[in-house]
Nanobody, 121 residues
Framework: QVQLVESGGGLVQPGGSLRLSCAAS????????GGWYRQAVGKERELVAS???????NYADSVKGRFTISRDNAKNTVYLQMNNLKPEDTALYYC???????????????WGQGTQVTVSS
């Protein structure tokens, strides 16, 4: 079994910062592409940031310059550093990753359970 465990969410004031972590555990050979999505109440889930297996990153326009995605391959972990948070960043944040469970096998995609980020004064 493979599990993505998220942490770091919480309540912050506008302008504050949070760092989200997504650690993959279980039967894992390699963590390939990873990303963070978010879904606000009444809205569709959207891609916030992604990072490829070789470190290429992409960001939603709404978070460029404020959020940074990174990874630690040794720890099978993907991070999302969120700075200058705004009320519109309030959402349930989900980790997503492509995982190789064994060498020379097809990758599988996994989702975390989500961690709540609330930005409010």
């Amino acid at each position: 079994q493979v599990q993505l465990v998220e942490s770091g969410g919480g309540l912050v004031q506008p302008g504050g910062s949070l760092r989200l972590s997504c650690a993959a555990s279980g039967s894992i050979f390699r963590l390939n592409a990873g990303g963070w999505y978010r879904q606000a109440v009444g809205k569709e889930r959207e891609l916030v940031a992604s990072i490829s297996s070789v470190g290429r990153t992409n960001y939603a326009d709404s978070v460029k310059g404020r959020f940074t995605i990174s990874r630690d391959n040794a720890k099978n972990t993907v991070y999302l550093q969120m700075n200058n948070l705004k009320p519109e960043d309030t959402a349930l944040y989900y980790c997503n990753a492509d995982v190789l469970r064994a060498w020379a096998t097809p990758q599988a995609n996994y989702w975390g359970q989500g961690t709540q980020v609330t930005v409010s004064s």
